[in-house]
């Protein structure tokens, strides 16, 4: 069974920095594509950032040079560090896996955890 457990997310003012944490049981973050996601009210979840099987990262234009995507294979964890966090940061953020095997492909996702950037 894939659970993914969120955690980090909070109230900081604008200009501030968070870190989510990614916890990951029943899946291998290092052998499965992991993200972020983001959901802000009224809003279409949007991918914030990737980080593949091989360390390739990639990030939505709005979050490059800001956020960093990184994992720990040890603690099988996957993390998004966020600085210089912005009004409109404010959203859900869920963590996801893809995980494929041959033909078979299945999206796992966290419960999310809500960041609320103030101005």
């Known amino acids: 069974q894939v659970q993914l457990v969120e955690s980090g997310g909070g109230l900081v003012q604008a200009g501030g920095s968070l870190r989510l944490s990614c916890v990951a049981s029943?899946?291998?973050?290092?052998?499965?594509?992991m993200s972020w996601y983001r959901q802000a009210p009224g809003k279409q979840r949007e991918l914030v950032a990737r980080i593949t099987s091989g360390a390739t990262t990639n990030y939505t234009d709005s979050v490059k040079g800001r956020f960093t995507i990184s994992r720990d294979n040890a603690k099988n964890t996957v993390y998004l560090q966020m600085y210089s966090l912005k009004p409109e940061d404010t959203a859900v953020y869920y963590c996801?896996?893809?995980?494929?095997?041959?033909?078979?492909?299945?999206?796992?996702w966290g419960q999310g955890t809500q960041v609320t950037v103030s101005s």
């Open positions: 029943g899946i291998i973050v290092n052998q499965n594509a």
């Open positions: 996801n896996a893809h995980y494929i095997l041959g033909a078979f492909s299945k999206d796992y």
